[in-house]
């Protein structure tokens, strides 16, 4: 005998908690809500067709109700019946698809809650602060759909046209990880994503990079370490800098150092040859102090193999302008 199910109620959908791995909630006659597990609420249909079983969307909840839902099951319901074709070749597409489609803000804001687990507290409100002020007053209502490559690119010009080249490349990767990130989860709702046709280089040209003077003033000296020392952001920054400081490399060799170069005992840092540009093993003495700093290092940085990690992620090495920019 076939399970019954019982229909689903309004009560049900709106106190249908958010699992650990994503789950299904049947209305019968083949369509169920999917309660995903980042949160969001998707109606599908499962059906049969010349001995087949699809499965297709028909919208994400509460934008699709669940009367809306049940009219484009039964009507597909019903062409299977008597017309033996596929249903979906017709009404797969909403009369009105701005009514079912979630905005780009709407999807921002679903982005910025999966990644504050992941990141930094400092970096995903970096984040929402750059949605707010340069993305959302642009696209930020629109359709996720409906935006198109001109779009991003009017963005860009924007923010190039008041010197903000440096925070429009920001702007632009974290505009791309939204749709990256949506397409990802749920390929059947996202088209395309269009900041992968934009060459950023030739929109808002190419990175410049300042050279900054050797300080070989003693009293500069002094200064330096001073700031340094009365930095008050990034703590893992602030180590680098100091590391910097001590030993006298390049920044990249400090931002790229690995734990499996560094022998505490022997209070030495080995940088292999490929790290180097004349392309040969240099082996730097460490003093007390940094011996001390990597001690303190080694609990910001977890269990990264790098020394200074990205805040983004602890597989990326800290970002150039992290050192320059503090």
């Known amino acids: 005998m076939a399970k019954i199910i019982k229909p689903l109620t309004e009560i049900q959908i709106k106190n249908a908690k958010t699992k650990e791995k994503t789950y299904t909630l049947g209305d019968g006659g083949g369509m169920y809500l999917e309660i995903n597990s980042n949160g969001?609420?998707?109606?599908?249909?499962?059906?049969?067709?010349?001995?087949?079983?699809?499965?297709?969307?028909?919208?994400?909840?509460p934008a699709t109700t669940l009367a809306d839902a049940r009219k484009k099951r039964?009507?597909?319901?019903?062409?299977?019946?008597?017309?033996?074709?596929?249903p979906f070749l017709k009404i797969v597409t909403p009369i009105n698809p701005q009514v079912v489609q979630k905005t780009f803000k709407e999807w921002a804001e679903w982005y910025i809650e999966e990644i504050s687990n992941e990141l930094s507290d400092s970096h995903v409100t970096r984040t929402l602060k750059t949605f707010r002020k340069d993305v959302y007053p642009f696209i930020g209502?629109?359709?996720?759909?409906?935006?198109?490559?001109?779009?991003?690119?009017?963005?860009?010009?924007?923010?190039?046209?008041?010197?903000?080249?440096?925070?429009?490349?920001?702007?632009?990767?974290?505009?791309?990880?939204?749709?990256?990130k949506a397409i990802s989860n749920f390929p059947d709702d996202i088209e395309r994503n269009p900041t992968v046709d934009i060459s950023l280089r030739d929109v808002i040209g190419k990175k410049q990079t300042k050279n900054y003077p050797?300080?070989?003033?003693?009293?500069e000296l002094?200064?330096?370490?001073?700031?340094?020392?009365?930095?008050?952001?990034?703590?893992?920054?602030?180590l680098a800098l100091t590391m910097l400081a001590?030993?006298?490399?390049?920044?990249?060799?400090?931002?790229?150092?690995?734990?499996?170069?560094?022998?505490?005992?022997?209070?030495?840092?080995?940088i292999p040859a490929q790290k180097?540009?004349?392309?040969?093993?240099?082996?730097?003495?460490?003093?007390?102090q940094i011996i001390e700093l990597l001690e303190?290092?080694?609990?910001?940085?977890?269990?990264?193999?790098?020394?200074?990690?990205?805040?983004?992620?602890?597989?990326?090495?800290?970002?150039?302008n992290a050192m320059v920019g503090a």
Do not use: C
């Open 141 to 180: 209502n629109m359709p996720i759909n409906d935006i198109k490559t001109k779009d991003i690119i009017n963005i860009m010009h924007i923010m190039k046209n008041r010197n903000a080249t440096e925070s429009a490349r920001k702007t632009f990767s974290a505009i791309s990880r939204v749709f990256a």
């Open 40 to 61: 969001g609420k998707w109606w599908r249909y499962r059906y049969e067709l010349n001995g087949k079983t699809k499965k297709v969307s028909l919208g994400v909840y």
């Open 222 to 238: 002094g200064i330096l370490l001073k700031n340094i020392q009365d930095y008050t952001g990034d703590v893992s920054t602030r």
């Open 214 to 219: 050797i300080i070989t003033d003693p009293k």
């Open 246 to 270: 001590h030993v006298f490399t390049r920044p990249s060799n400090v931002r790229l150092a690995e734990w499996s170069e560094v022998d505490l005992v022997a209070k030495q840092w080995v």
């Open 74 to 86: 039964d009507a597909a319901r019903s062409i299977l019946a008597n017309e033996d074709r596929d």
């Open 276 to 288: 180097m540009k004349p392309n040969k093993e240099l082996i730097v003495p460490l003093s007390k």
């Open 296 to 320: 303190v290092a080694k609990q910001y940085s977890y269990d990264s193999e790098l020394i200074f990690p990205s805040n983004r992620s602890r597989r990326s090495p800290m970002s150039d």
